[in-house]
């Protein structure tokens, strides 16, 4: 099922190719938006971005791996 619901303020600037991409990561928490809720998709991620979405990725990933041993183990 695609993912079309975006929240950021400014999703109206968003590509509409890369809407539901947008839409995944903004369902997993990866991507959060700017303190006034924007997504800022004219601009470029800075370094602080990018590791903060791969912190994000990696506990999801850390996540669930724990539930599958977690799960296995009964």
């Known amino acids: 099922l695609p993912l079309t619901e975006i929240s950021y303020e400014d999703a109206g600037q968003m590509t509409p190719n890369a809407v539901e991409s947008i839409a ?34 990696n506990y999801l990933r850390w996540m669930d791996s724990f539930y599958t041993t977690w799960t296995q183990a009964d």
């Open 24 to 57: 995944r990561c903004e369902a997993l928490d990866l991507m959060k938006g700017d303190q006034h809720h924007n997504f800022r998709p004219k601009e470029n991620a800075t370094r602080a971005d990018a590791a903060m979405i791969l912190l994000r990725a």
